[in-house]
């Protein structure tokens, strides 16, 4: 047994004899989440990046006449440039560290390291580009023709590999290792810091039922008439580079545009009153104003001029202003979606949410305006007054206070609506209210309609039949 445990005790020291250790490691960037970011904006898939300051520490030393190769490669997806940077070794501690290129590809570069006239320190390092004066290895920096770092959410690694020179034996650590280097977001957006719930349409607006909103609010504030939803326009907030992987991107210098698409209900606005105030004027100017459909809301080409500095966000302020005439209906929804165009690059489309990110940023909320309303609204497709029927509306109202409620009656083509006296009337409180069709409007011709009930309670308290 003893015999035993003197020759385990002399396998090991024999081991740390030769210098295999697991501590080398890269330390610049000092960690994945240091990898240097760059916008999505400023690149194409062709677009060259030049790659930021990378330094390997060894942790081991090599005594003299070890030579020895160190491999690096990029991640799957990424390519070097054809022709790898001369490493060019400095001396450290007395050594002197000799470098020749062994092998250069797009996909490796491939050094051997010959170690002479003194060991070199455990702590040796080899760096690209320019190291500080002093440590013995110089590589000039070196470039990415192919990443994939034009998708958002990209990252690009680079793997090194420590051998003897004959490559069959490795020093250092006992597989390959790898450091996050670059990685790719989205630069520039819009979006909303959070949804804007506090818009509430009122039923008891003073030019109509729903036509209008009820006043106040957390900032922006609605008035009467108007409703108001913030946007954060964001110009390269994350600091990512362009491909020189140093200077920050900054979309007002590309004098590009941006595209803002709101889906949801969009009717009901007046001429030019749902917009986006670019200039901090409050009222509409030109330029500013929506192009409305049923389902949607267009903002195009948004000047790069109304983005703030680079580095920076900024708060936009998008109104919609009742055309007074038209109900508002008790809720909508409206969802940000778009695309911007820099002028380098290709066209990108607005982000909801970004992943992949070293610094997280806010989520992007695609539900950012949620309108609600302090009513309820019941229809029926069809009801008749035709007198040799007998129709009626039968309405419970669970909440203790009675509560009023007006009618909008709907005809086909060519027939003329006249209101009767229960157009508008009281439910009663925690009970049912019966109310006559006849009463409430009569058709000429065809005897037969929709109809349309808005009522100043919540949907959860009001039921119809």
Not at 9 to 36: E, Q, R, W, Y
Not at 273 to 289: K, P, R, S
Not at 313 to 318: F, K, N
Not at 408 to 427: D, F, H, K, M, P
């Amino acid at each position: 047994m003893k015999n035993f445990t003197i020759k385990a005790v002399a396998v090991a020291a024999g081991v740390i004899c030769a210098g295999v250790a697991h501590a080398g490691s890269f330390t610049a960037p000092a960690a994945n989440i240091n990898a240097t970011k760059y916008a999505i904006e400023a690149l194409t898939g062709m677009t060259a990046v030049q790659l930021p300051l990378i330094t390997y520490t060894m942790g081991v030393s090599r005594p003299i006449g070890t030579s020895f190769t160190i491999i690096l490669t990029p991640s799957t997806g990424a390519t070097f440039a054809a022709t790898c940077p001369v490493l060019t070794p400095g001396a450290l501690g007395g050594s002197t560290v000799v470098a020749s290129i062994k092998r250069q590809s797009t996909t490796e570069c491939a050094y051997d390291l010959a170690i002479s006239v003194t060991a070199s320190p455990a702590n040796m390092t080899l760096s690209w580009p320019a190291p500080t004066a002093g440590v013995p290895g110089v590589w000039t920096a070196p470039t990415l023709v192919t990443s994939g770092l034009n998708v958002p959410g990209t990252s690009v690694s680079v793997i090194a590999n420590l051998w003897d020179q004959g490559e069959t034996a490795r020093i250092d650590n006992s597989g390959p290792v790898s450091r996050t280097v670059a990685t790719s977001l989205q630069a520039i957006n819009i979006y909303a810091a959070s949804s804007d719930t506090s818009t509430v349409v009122d039923v008891n607006a003073t030019t109509g039922p729903l036509t209008g909103f009820v006043a106040g609010g957390p900032a922006p504030a609605d008035t009467a008439t108007r409703a108001a939803a913030n946007l954060v326009f964001d110009n390269n907030f994350q600091a990512a580079a362009v491909p020189d992987g140093i200077t920050p991107f900054d979309f007002v210098a590309t004098a590009g545009t941006a595209t803002v698409v709101l889906t949801g209900v969009a009717t009901g606005a007046a001429a030019n009153g749902f917009y986006l105030d670019l200039n901090g004027g409050v009222t509409f100017t030109a330029g500013e104003a929506f192009t409305l459909t049923p389902g949607t809301a267009t903002l195009m080409g948004i000047a790069s001029s109304n983005f703030p500095a680079t580095g920076t966000t900024a708060t936009r302020t998008t109104y919609f202003v009742s055309d007074t005439s038209t109900q508002l209906g008790t809720s909508r929804t409206f969802a940000l979606t778009g695309m911007i165009s820099p002028t380098v690059g290709s066209a990108n489309a607005l982000l909801n949410s970004q992943t992949g990110l070293a610094v997280p940023v806010a989520a992007f909320n695609p539900t950012w305006w949620v309108w609600s309303a302090n009513a309820s609204q019941l229809m029926t497709p069809y009801f008749t007054t035709d007198a040799r029927w007998l129709t009626r509306f039968f309405m419970l109202n669970t909440g203790i206070a009675p509560i009023g409620y007006s009618a909008l009656c709907y005809s086909e083509t060519g027939n003329v609506i006249t209101y009767g006296s229960a157009r508008t009337g009281t439910l009663s409180g925690a009970g049912m209210t019966t109310i006559a069709a006849r009463d409430i409007c009569t058709f000429s011709g065809n005897t037969r309609g929709s109809v349309l009930f808005t009522i100043n309670g919540p949907a959860s308290a009001i039921k119809g039949s």
